[in-house]
């Protein structure tokens, strides 16, 4: 190799000792929440667990600054890495970790005062306040900017009206960010926290879902919700920015995520082909069961490195926040990243079912729970519609946009 090259062979293919030690301590506490997400899920009950172990081992702030609480500050590579272990637990337990991690402090640390992450970060990172992220409304889906929560300014604040939905951790969390525009404006948007003790402030879990039984979904009420004026998140008017800064993090967690579902399913694959006898022989041994496996492997692979390099941008984008470049190149590789893994966590999802076959059939086996919660996150964080048309428009580039 010539003098001066950097050999890179091994960069993000192998960990270093301090991400193994991570990754170490996040199984642990996955080994620990399996058995009572198990319960929870048949239940139909929210696995309060998740917040209380995770906090408790100082693992919920692993990519949150070191000045605040049990913040961990490591990157977001890492950080991937780990969603990826923790989405393995189930999709359920990993949308937790998008909506007070990802979606609500990693937002909190990019937008907010020191006043606001010395008030709100420390309790987060140890699992005493619960955040989520309330941009969907009734009407107001894939396209935020249509929104129709309103603010008016008072005399110590802000009152907030309107209603958001589908809101992860919505009728758990202790504080929600919250985006609106002006009474009577289509521009302006400002971002808020607003607190679950907050007058005008209230929130109901949805039920019959079609997955996630051990998630937290809610509906939140803002009936003339006081909102005190230091809880103004981000420069007034840019609320947008903020929902779309955050969404790239989102969106980064939920593809991590589904690459756990992937090597989930392909583990439970591999040993239900193993044991499982028909014909004479294990069904590992027949050449169409080999195929469903080999199709999850290489869909694995491909969904790690999707993933892999979006972490990678986006640390960047977060090094270099101001730069419009590599803001840019990390919204479309984490847009197919996210793309990408979905599908591909759904695809082999379903491909478990079919090979347990009528054992996949039914909650109490992993694949069945992965095929029902995984449908999903083809929705949230941006519909993968959406994500088509984002990634086509960064090739296609300024004067492209589907939705303008």
């Not at 506490?29 to 929870?40: A, K, M, N, W, Y």
């Not at 008072?154 to 202790?174: P, R, Y």
């Not at 008017?237 to 989930?264: F, N, P, T």
Request: proline content about 3%.
């Amino acid at each position: 190799m010539p003098d001066g090259f950097v050999n890179a062979s091994k960069a993000y293919l192998e960990l270093t000792d301090e991400q193994e030690l991570i990754i170490s301590q996040v199984d642990g506490v996955c080994r620990e929440v399996r058995p009572i997400e198990d319960g929870c899920y048949l239940d139909h009950r929210y696995n309060g667990a998740v917040a209380d172990l995770f906090g408790q081992a100082r693992l919920l702030g692993l990519p949150i600054s070191t000045l605040y609480g049990d913040g961990q500050g490591i990157d977001m590579v890492t950080y991937a890495m780990a969603i990826e272990r923790i989405g393995r637990e189930g999709t359920g337990v990993r949308t937790f970790f998008s909506g007070h991690v990802s979606l609500g402090m990693l937002t909190v640390q990019r937008w907010g005062t020191e006043e606001q992450k010395e008030r709100y970060l420390p309790s987060g990172t140890r699992g005493k306040k619960v955040f989520a992220f309330g941009l969907t409304e009734p009407g107001a889906g894939s396209d935020p900017a249509s929104l129709q929560t309103e603010f008016q300014e008072a005399e110590d604040g802000f009152v907030l009206n309107g209603q958001k939905t589908w809101i992860s951790n919505g009728s758990v969390a202790d504080s929600v960010l919250i985006f609106a525009y002006p009474k009577g404006r289509r521009e302006g948007m400002c971002a808020f926290v607003v607190d679950r003790d907050s007058d005008g402030f209230s929130a109901k879990p949805i039920k019959n879902k079609l997955g996630l039984f051990s998630s937290d979904t809610g509906t939140i009420y803002l009936d003339e919700c006081q909102v005190p004026k230091e809880n103004l998140l981000g420069p007034r008017g840019k609320g947008l920015s903020v929902a779309y800064s955050a969404l790239m993090s989102g969106r980064l967690s939920v593809a991590a995520g589904c690459v756990g579902v992937i090597q989930d399913c392909l583990d439970e694959t591999v040993r239900y082909s193993q044991l499982r006898v028909q014909h004479g022989k294990p069904i590992g041994m027949h050449q169409l069961v080999q195929r469903h496996i080999g199709r999850m492997e290489v869909n694995l692979q491909a969904a790690a490195m999707l993933t892999l390099r979006a972490a990678v941008l986006h640390q960047r984008h977060q090094d270099q926040p101001d730069s419009v470049a590599t803001r840019e190149a990390a919204d479309a590789a984490i847009a197919e990243a996210k793309y990408f893994a979905s599908n591909a966590s759904f695809e082999a999802a379903d491909s478990a079912v079919q090979v347990f076959g009528a054992n996949g059939y039914s909650l109490e086996n992993r694949p069945g729970r992965h095929l029902v919660d995984t449908r999903v996150s083809r929705i949230y964080e941006g519909t993968n519609e959406i994500l088509e048309q984002k990634i086509a428009n960064s090739l296609l580039g300024k004067g492209f946009e589907a939705y303008s």
